[in-house]
């Protein structure tokens, strides 16, 4: 065998080392955020209530929803932990939505159904679909023929996939159904596990509202009513894990604010309570970050920091009533790229119209909002010449630290991001009204007038303001990782392969089959 | 490779609006070529060699460009090259292998506008020198319009033009070769080079498909090294400094010789296993 076939099998066993290293390595960094948790011990307020403590504020309440009467709740420790909600089988039905889309169902990226049932009738009728759980045109769970059946639909052709597990009459039964982002789903049960995907990757997470214990109030007959009882009903959405923190130093930042430390400057002859820029890399642009009112403005209220390390990362800025507004950012001349990174915690995003009721959290004046309002945040980019795009959303956790990026694009398109979720939008122009002298607000919404400038309640930490395009490689704080030939930014298997196409060759000036590559 | 865009990134460190051209080590020759048109078994062997592949030449980290007035190649079959350096003390000494797939030479405006290439060269890197002055454009070309044999010219033939100089050329399928030989004593009588000289230095391929270099076909590529068409910033230009011989790195280095010693091996592995799945 010669030297350079020894060097290749060498070269493979310490890889072959390297790949199992790395995936024992391998760490979780996502976890699943819980959106409603209903004991079915009590009603209160003629609702089954959403006893989940982690999201405060949630409330989404399980509501009876059949004339004369819905289900029921047991007596006497019938339920798997207490009591369970008992539905008869022919009339009772249940809804996750009794506040019109305030706080119910919104359509998350990700689902997770885990429930406890005991079941009276498993479909044993050819007629029989005997519902636990329907989300229109997404999700249908129910009992037929023994078995449970989970079905969830794809975006691209409204396929189904169907998956089926095992069942057991009059016995408790625990059932955990999940859907990733992937339109990837798995069914598990006492009796066995069942999973499957969608053709194109993808699921319908529709913002209709979750029926419990039929297919669909009012329609479908007895034979599509869940009999039995229904206990420990958690719902969760997949949430992904955040930065540590969006503090870094990067050339391509516009500014960035720790929201930590309050400094005293001159701005404009007048002396001012800031936010100091920290970029070190860029400290030409020191575009700190101003209390009180913008030039044109007549707000001079101010928010406040947190004390005792109230922020996610050190203090945050507090914004604790809706008379107080955030300032704005000195210099922003426009750019056809605009990247907005914060971690926010809302108290309010409750509203049910646009008004000083719908706080808003960041306004590029006049060509980008980014606001709460019906349960969700909301983001509308200008349209070049024209008005705001449509408003595209994404589900809020009320009281929890969400991390929100929003990166709007030369090309008009723009994505808002959080730990719950994603949507992508455009102003379908082929660009943004971009090009303007303006400032960038926190807090509020500078277009309104009078005392209802839509002022934000909460606290906002951690925010970097980008806008320039400086991807890893180009930026000279992010070079490309050692090892990475390909330049993609990750040191994978494709540079494995060019190092291997390499193996062995030189450059060795006046050396004999080596290369010269000037 | 590395080096070059090391020089990238330390030029933009500086936040300057000049752009700097590359350097490139000229060895001194054992033997001087024979200047014939032939690249010789042996000859170049350990010459400085500085290749204009197109799009390579083009592609990030460019060094070169395409004069915005011309046309881009075709491929690198159209259009791409390959310089040689060497020095003694007599000469500078330069050949040009061309891959042009279509040579043109019926041109009735002079020798420089066909067929060719183009040695940009500023003696002793003079900061002082003028544009097609003391510093040098020089046309070689393989072969003219009136005759059949190569020829040198210089625009301005009150400064440098090379009275001395020898050019060969040939004509292998698929392009042509050049060698010239530039003596020192056109430039100074009086100049000896030594080790760390350093002359200023651009090259141009010209690939004329007709009279005009405006025409469809017809393409000037350029390398000063900083990836624009600087042809008229002297100071921008490379520079070629001299030294006795080649070592690692004057050849370049591979994207995968991690630890820059010429070859890629087990040491360099060790390097890329470190950084496995690292991501960005």
Known sequence: MSGKYINYLILSLVFGLVITTASLAAPATDDWATVTLLHMDSFVDSNVPDDDTVILDRNNDLTPYADPCGPTITTGDQGYYGEALSFNGTTQVAKLINYQGLYGWLGYKTFKVDVWIKPYDIGADPNDYRYVMQIAGAVNFFLRDGNVRFQYHNKANNQTIDLTAGVNVNQWNHVVATIDVNGHGVLTTDNGTASGDTNDGSWLSSSQEITIGCKKYGTGGTHYHFHGLIDELKISVLKKAGPTSAMQDDLAAFSVLPMDVVSSKVVDGETRNVIEDVNTLSPGRSNDFIFGAAPSGSFPEEPNLTTGGGGIFGEALQFSSLQKYMGWTNGWSGSDYLKFEAWVKPFDFSAARYSARAPVLLDVVSRVKVWYRGGVIRVAVRIPGGSYSSEYTIPVQSGAWDHITLEVRPDGTFTLDSLYGS??????????????????????????????????????????????????????????PIGDFSQDCKVDFVDFASMAESWLKCTIPGTAGCLDIN | MKFRLLITVLIMMLGVQTSFGLNYNVPQAATAPTIDGVLSAGEWDNAMTVSMVYPAIV????????????????????????????????ALYVACEVQDANLFWLCSEGPYAQ???????????????????????????????????????????????????????????????????????????????????IHGAGLVLLDYDSESVTDEGSTIMADFGNGTYSISTVSSWNTLTFVTSLECGDAGYLSQDLNLDCVVNMTDFAIFVQNWLVEY
Request: one cysteine or more; glycine letters at 8%.
């Open chain 1, 423 to 480: 949507v992508t939008g455009s102003t379908l122009a082929g660009g943004w009204n971009h090009a303007i002298t303006s400032y960038i607000v926190l807090g509020a919404d500078m277009s309104q007038t009078g005392s209802t400038k839509c002022f934000f309640q909460g606290l906002i930490d951690d925010v970097k303001i980008t806008d320039t395009v400086m991807p890893c490689g180009e930026s000279f704080t992010q070079d490309y």
């Open chain 2, 59 to 90: 592609t990030s980290p460019k060094e070169g460009v395409i004069n915005s007035a011309t046309y881009n190649p075709d491929s690198a079959e159209d259009l791409s090259a390959t310089w040689y350096f060497m020095w003694d003390s007599s």
């Open chain 2, 115 to 197: 067929d060719g290439v183009q040695l940009c060269f500023n003696f002793k890197n003079d900061s002082a020198a003028v544009y097609r002055a003391e510093a040098a454009v020089y046309d070689f070309a393989p072969r003219t319009s009136s005759d059949t044999l190569p020829d040198i010219y210089k625009r301005d033939p009150s400064y440098f033009s090379l009275p001395n100089g020898v050019i060969g050329s040939s004509f292998p399928t698929g392009g042509y070769v050049i060698e010239v030989k530039m003596p020192w004593s056109d430039f100074d009588s009086s100049y000896v080079p030594e080790v760390n000289d």
